[in-house]
């Protein structure tokens, strides 16, 4: 089994995630850690454990991460109150649990984790960069200690929270930005670009519900949410289908052909107005740095698709 930890901000579609992660014979999700994001921590943190013990998982520990972003005091807003409260509203449309956070931070955890490792560990953020910028700052030499780190997030084409930027960078520019430079040792991004080719449709998410078990339940209700919020708020070329991003990161590591990547330079603008949150992709080797980041431009829509319905008829049953 490979391990990983998910740094998750508890939104529809990082819950899709967690539980393929907590549910894959080949995986050992060992801990979230949870972070300001598509609504305030701790409801992530909250949205996290019902998740969890939605599909039987109640013993992967959940550590609290930061409340706002790095730097910046102006985007402390989560997503849910400022955008959309259609896509993700602050609680799951699960039944709430009685489990609770571990007491340590998750800064804190990520350190001793990783300091502590003897086997290698992925670190998975699918939310806005905060903690593992901070994360960096206690400890710089984090970047030796992580073996590979796959990340939702950015946008080369088009933004989703504004025209140039999407929502996990745009929410800590700054924390995103540090995490980029830090130079860990493999860093793989997947954008909206490779999201928003991999779309599952209402009859997949039918057939998630059809699958008889908690998690293929709880995802197509998570599924239709996100559809309904799509096609009112951000239609996609397709109607009736809406991406789940952070669950193709989990896809990712399990089978890297399910993306195309390119290598080549990442970094964020911090400064600008209309641009500020954006990943600048230097995909034809316009500056002088060397590539940090395999990023991700293409995405194979059945593949994923028949990703989640596997993964997701295991576990408890409705
Ligand atoms: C990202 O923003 C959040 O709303 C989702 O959970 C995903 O991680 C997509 O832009
Ligand atoms: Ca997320």
Redesign the pocket.
Known sequence: KRKLILDV?T????AVAIMCAALHPHLDLIACTSVN??VEVQYCTNNTLRALEFVGRGDIPVYEGLSSPLARPDFPVP?AIKFDNG??GRELPIPNTTLRKQETGAVDFLIETYRNATDEIVLMP??PLSNIAAAVAVFPKLVDYVPEVII??GAHHKG??TPQA???IWADPEGAAKVFAAGFKKVTLLP?DA?HKALVSNERSRKLEALGTTAGLAASRFIDQRIRAYDDNQPMEERNAC?V??ALCVNFMLDPSVVTTLFRHVDVECHGTLTVGRTVVDTHYRNLKDPNCHVAFGADREKFCEFLESTLALGPKV
């Open positions: 901000d939104g529809t579609d990082d994001g598509n997503r896509v993700h699918v939310g939702m997030g989703n929270v999407e929502f996990n909206l999201t991406p991003h952070d």
